[in-house]
């Protein structure tokens, strides 16, 4: 059932499901929290209570907004936690994994560990020889022509080379859900300003988190010519020891989408070992 939390600015929508510690999850741009879906149940099946968030402009939250910062969205997620009583562990997704790097900085209190999904957490930069690799390349063109042609058909065909090889059994349904979202008024301006927000706002607040950071890249992820040095650029920007690295073999952009089981392992086994229970 969706419940909402007025937070300054607009309204946010969140779902939770289960009972125990708190995870909260947030999705990338131009999605919604139905991306969790296949990872849902088995963090409620290990002892958790689940909120899945729709960001800013997403899902079932409002549409209009003054801003679309990573800082922005961390402080609709902050709050959210602080809503539900936190602490939480906080799984973000692409813009939503710098988000989380920033909520983490500023509340350390609110978030006990953070588990970013090919996240958009530092300064990027294209250089000659990313060009050079064909994935990154179709990717990269697809990704920029939807943000700046507000082109559903591009940012269709840009999901066709994120989520290489394995799709999950619902794929028709699930491209369904994203088209009718962003036909609706304002969704696709919303992916679009977001899109357009850089990441430089997380990685200056890498150095400032205190909390256990686990980074999950898919080896085929389209949105950098090498997802392993970026995922560890971004360990290496943490404080030492806190940050970790997993990469899923054949995943795409949307591990959590194509691989539920394995993030879900992987999520809960560093749960485990890094948060303290509530």
Same mark, same amino acid.
């Given at each position: 059932m969706t419940e909402y939390l007025s937070v300054d600015g607009g309204t946010i929508a969140y779902e939770v499901t289960g009972s125990g510690? =708190?995870?909260v999850l947030a999705h990338g741009m131009?999605?919604?929290r139905h991306a969790y879906r296949a990872v849902i149940p088995a963090l409620v099946a290990a002892g958790h209570r689940v909120a899945a968030v729709d960001l800013r402009g997403c899902g079932e939250s409002s549409v209009d907004w003054p801003a679309w910062s990573r800082t922005d969205i961390a402080g609709d997620l902050l709050a959210v936690i602080r809503h539900l009583g936190g602490p #939480?562990?906080?799984v973000g997704h692409s813009v939503s994994g710098g988000a989380a790097t920033i909520a983490a900085a500023r509340e350390p209190s609110l978030v006990?560990? /953070?588990v970013e999904l090919a996240p958009f957490t530092r300064k990027q930069s294209v250089r000659l020889g990313d060009l050079r690799v064909k994935r990154f390349r179709r990717g990269m =063109? +697809? =990704?920029l022509g939807a943000g700046v042609l507000g082109s559903l058909p591009l940012w269709r065909s840009y999901l066709d080379v994120a989520y290489p090889g394995v799709r999950p059994a619902d794929w028709t349904e699930r491209l369904g859900r994203i088209e009718a979202l962003l036909r609706e008024p304002g969704r696709m301006k919303a992916m679009q300003a977001m899109g357009r927000s850089a990441p430089t706002d997380a990685g200056a607040r890498l150095a400032d988190v205190r909390c256990p950071v686990l980074v999950v890249m898919g080896t085929h992820d389209p949105d950098w010519s090498d997802p392993? #040095?970026?995922g560890a650029a971004i360990v290496a920007a943490l404080p030492p020891g806190l940050g970790h690295l997993a990469m899923i073999d054949g995943a795409g952009h949307y591990p959590h989408d194509q691989y539920p089981d +394995? /993030?879900?392992t992987l999520t809960l086994a560093f749960v485990q070992a890094n948060a303290p229970r509530a």
């Open positions: 510690p =708190l995870i131009g999605d919604s #939480a562990v906080l006990t560990a /953070v =063109l +697809r =990704l392993h #040095a970026e +394995r /993030v879900t």
